[in-house]
């Protein structure tokens, strides 16, 4: 009970520390541009609303506000109306002394240098993951590694192996590109084309798109992605005992084909029913090779080994842990953003790319969840985090740092500043709508909580079976899928009967 108390506590902590963490860097960026440009600086704050905490010093007052989505550094001379509806109007009501007005190069300087903070600090930590030694290569190529047989996707072609080029011929490099074409282009007709290499060859085959249950997530059913089939566990006296088989063991082909996952493995070892087949594995970074004879299974109605396997853990990685070179990885995160974006003004997909967007509620739980995986997983949501933070303050919205960017361009090239009043209604008006949209975000997010926990219960189930920790005798192991975790039926056959646990 005491330990998971401190357990949470830590973690709370740490995520209150990483996510501030993110708005500080954020808001020292403009901090220290104003600072340098000898801009009049009269907040600088950690969150918004009503001070928790805050002291004046030489002449600038620090605070802490009740609100933890966000920050401001109260520059009169780059936005007079303070944004008064979230920083909090007159900030302590303080008579502000005659200010000179900036000119419009430094005002786009202070505003920038913001999202430059949230970038610097992006690199730094693609950095951090690069130079970790638990951080796997990358691996380029979308490959199918199971297709249900019943599945429509496999009445029309797809087959374990196949390589997944482009859908709607949009190009696809990894497993998350590949999921997030598919929610945006499987909207309007409920159908993709992907462009398949199998057996050398380029195709076409269209498949159909559903909402996965329980989100608003189009995805193409019955299919999975191609990842390692470790062996976590090795029954006794069974075939697979027999056969030489060791439990951390990958199996890399069997019967002369290629595996490219669990499920996979399962199909070929139902289809060798009492014949001798050569499976190799890869065993401490050699292959070997061994004869196995699967046995029918009455319980199962079909031929099994006597293992337990699972993914290899590399394979579970999260969108933001994808790529290895850190500059691939600030890339890929704005690429994943900018792709919402664009999705946003197109009218075949917007509707898809808003239902996939999260509030800060969703970001919160996302961080929890990835400081529970590991440190380094939390490293690397936070570095995401950062791209996207500096991306969306610089879209041409008044209320954001785009739009005081598009006030100064105005200014520099029409020699007038827009008055005062005009920027403050835009600004509150703006403020007004985004607070909005922050409501039913978070509304929305409350709604998905216990799907998004229970994919997490999944997820970590799936890692205890791939780190060789048996479940207890005739705990159920079946899975449902989730984006990155495979459905795995597993079974074994015992002296005493038959347990939910290993499968082929």
């Known amino acids: 009970m005491l330990g998971t108390i401190v357990s949470n506590s830590s973690d709370f902590i740490a995520l209150v520390f990483l996510f501030g963490f993110t708005i500080f860097v954020h808001e020292l960026g403009h901090f220290l541009a104003a600072r340098y440009s000898g801009m009049y600086i009269q907040t600088f704050s950690i969150g918004i609303g009503p001070a928790i905490w805050k002291r004046k010093i030489n002449g600038i007052t620090y605070k802490i506000g009740w609100i933890p989505f966000g920050g401001y550094v109260a520059l009169p001379q780059l936005d007079p109306s303070g944004m008064e509806l979230i920083q909090g109007a007159g900030e302590d009501g303080v008579e502000l ?188 970074g050699k292959l070997v090779n061994l004869t196995v004879t699967p046995a029918f299974n009455s319980d199962r109605g079909r031929a099994i080994i006597g293992t337990s396997i699972s993914p290899g853990l590399e394979d579970m990685v999260m969108p933001w842990m994808e790529y290895k070179e850190p500059m691939a990885q600030v890339k890929n995160d704005a690429k994943g953003i900018v792709r919402i974006l664009w999705a946003l003004t197109s009218r075949r997909e917007a509707r898809q790319a808003a239902g996939a967007l999260g509030g800060p509620v969703m970001i919160l739980a996302t961080l929890w969840i990835s400081i529970k995986a590991s440190l380094l997983n939390a490293v690397g949501f936070i570095r995401f985090l950062n791209v996207n933070l500096a991306i969306l303050n610089l879209l041409p ?86 984006l990155k975790t495979i459905e795995l039926e597993t079974e074994h056959e015992t002296a005493g009967g038959t347990t939910n646990k290993a499968t082929p």
Not at 192 to 215: E, F, H, M, N, W
Not at 221 to 248: F, H, Q, W
Not at 442 to 451: A, E, G, H, K, N
């Open 97 to 284: 002394p005659n200010l000179p007005p900036m000119p419009a190069s430094r005002k786009i300087f202070v505003t920038l240098a913001g999202a430059a903070g949230n970038i610097a600090l992006a690199i730094v930590l693609a950095w951090v993951i690069y130079l970790s030694p638990s951080t796997a290569q990358e691996k380029g190529g979308v490959y199918i590694g199971y297709v249900a047989t019943n599945s429509p996707a496999y009445e029309r072609g797809l087959r374990p192996g196949d390589e997944v080029r482009a859908v709607n011929h949009e190009p696809v490099g990894t497993w998350n590109e590949f999921l997030t074409e598919c929610h945006l282009k499987g909207g309007g007709s409920n159908e993709v084309a992907l462009t398949v290499k199998s057996d050398g060859q380029l195709k076409i085959i269209s498949v159909p798109t559903k909402q996965r249950k329980g989100s608003d997530i189009k995805i193409v059913d019955g299919i999975d992605r191609s990842m390692l089939c470790v062996v976590t566990d090795v029954l006794p006296d069974s075939r697979a005992s027999k056969a030489g088989i060791e439990p951390n063991d990958v199996v890399k082909e069997f019967g002369g084909i290629a595996v490219s996952g669990p499920d996979h493995f399962i199909r070929l070892v139902a289809e060798k029913d009492g014949q001798a087949t050569p499976i190799v594995v890869e065993r401490k």
């Open 397 to 482: 919205i008044p209320v954001l740092d785009g739009g005081h960017v598009l006030f100064a361009m105005w200014e520099g090239v029409s020699r007038r500043r827009v008055h005062p009043k005009v920027v403050t209604i835009l600004v509150n008006v703006f403020a007004s709508l985004l607070i909005s949209v922050f409501v039913l975000l978070t509304y929305r997010d409350v709604i998905r909580m216990p799907s998004m926990f229970r994919a997490f219960n999944r997820m970590r189930a799936t890692e205890q079976t791939a780190t060789n920790t048996p479940p207890e005798r005739g705990e159920a192991k079946h899975e449902s899928k989730d």
